[in-house]
């Protein structure tokens, strides 16, 4: 579309909270697994699922429905939210809503992160 994004800084921004739900997704799991191979598979499986339903394809606003709903609840779909603008020159949603969703999941993931690792670890 030759549109170049107005700021590296701003997807950097929009991918964090990303990359730290999947980093504590992956670390819960591999706590409660305690296994390579099965952590490893829930953790392929878990984000093939949310790059479908996170709006991989097409924002989800555009499909309605019951895509929409349940794309609600991946936080894949707060990132594509803030990153189109930047690639395509065109608002969807409501970034800053967007931007404090991700944010909220990412401080969440953080702390059952951490009371999981208290739990399996420091209980002993």
Known sequence: NNYWP???GWIGLALIPIAVIAGC????????????LPTFL???VA???TWI???AF???AGLGGWYEL???FIPNTYSVELLFPQFYGVEIGEPLMAAL???LVAIIMICLTVLLYHQRFMAH
């Open 6 to 8: 107005s700021g590296i």
């Open 25 to 36: 997704l992956g670390i819960s799991v591999g706590l409660l697994m305690c296994r390579t």
């Open 42 to 44: 829930v953790a392929l």
């Open 47 to 49: 984000s093939f699922v």
């Open 53 to 55: 339903l996170g709006d």
């Open 58 to 60: 097409r924002p989800a």
């Open 70 to 72: 349940i794309s609600r």
């Open 101 to 103: 969703g991700l944010c």
